[in-house]
């Protein structure tokens, strides 16, 4: 289970920094995943590896795509969920350790649209002063943390993909 919720930490940070239904595709992405033996005897099935080195590069080209402009709110977010759920199913854990994983996964995303709701509830001006300067800092420099973000989730999938293989 360790090794499970150890393939999405990094996953978990990219989406609580631009957070999606990450429960719902996550859970599709290990049924279905789960059926198609995601695992042999030696580690990852071949399919996986794969699948990481294609989000992988696909990440690579949402951070180019990023640092040229910005896109439409939320684009790219959703591979980040698939990679997380293909490296849940490449460890062969049991279902119920998978859940836990997939759980670690949502926890982690749900922390950047958490902190600063529960920021909102603490009294006092500063807590709204330090809110609207986090907003003000992240809407300035939205491309580069898109861009560092997709840059080091693909270079992770691409590195465990060919890894892998």
């Known amino acids: 289970m360790s090794d499970a919720i150890g393939q999405v930490l990094s996953f978990g940070v990219g989406v609580a920094i631009s957070p999606v239904p990450i429960a719902v595709v996550g859970g599709i992405v290990l049924v279905a995943s789960g059926a198609a033996d995601a695992t042999d005897a030696s580690g990852p099935a071949t399919w996986v590896s794969w699948l990481k080195i294609v989000l992988g ?10 640092w040229r402009g910005r896109p439409a709110p939320g684009a790219g977010t959703e591979l980040l969920t698939v990679g997380a759920a293909a490296a849940i199913a490449g460890t062969g854990a049991a279902g ?8 670690v996964f949502v926890l982690i995303g ?3 649209p958490g902190i600063p709701v529960a920021m909102c509830f603490a009294p006092g001006d500063r807590a709204r002063e330090r809110l609207d300067e986090m907003k003000s800092w992240m809407a300035g420099h939205n491309a580069a943390i898109m861009t560092v973000l997709f840059a080091v989730i693909g270079a992770k999938l691409l590195g465990d993909g060919i890894a892998a293989l």
């Open 110 to 112: 749900a922390l950047g």
């Open 57 to 66: 590069a696909l990440s690579l080209l949402f951070a180019v795509r990023q």
């Open 96 to 103: 119920g350790e998978q859940a836990v994983a997939l759980a």
